[in-house]
């Protein structure tokens, strides 16, 4: 089975950006807030300790490069959400074709992580406000 280490230099650093665009495009309007981003950075550390083996290099790498991706990717998107959508989602897609080149397996295994990461950054914005409004889980709406 191929290893994210299989890849050349610039394809790493370029999926290593992977779980910060997953970030972005979890949080809303695409733009961390203060909660979210400390939310983020906190995940990627946490991630380290409780990733699939498959994904133990990956998560280490993606940690320690996690928050200067995030400054430099968000500093370099537009301020308006629909463009920040396009890019993001540009951006994903040219990083699918390099989990692609990794196997299914590996690419699975990337894709669940990265929903966590996205279910998480999602959960940080949720307000105590919203449980008392609206207790019960509502797809699209408060879940």
Partial sequence: MKNYKNLTETQRKALLRFPVYT????ARNHKLDDEERVAAIQFAHTKVYTCNPLLADFCRDSDSEFEANLIQIESALPEESKFRDAIIRKELLILETLLLKLGH?????MHLSNKTFADHIHKADHSVFEDFILPIAIPGLNA
Avoid: K, T, W
Avoid at 23 to 26: D, E, F, G
């Fill in 105 to 109: 397996e590996f690419g699975h295994v």
């Fill in 23 to 26: 970030s972005l495009l979890a």
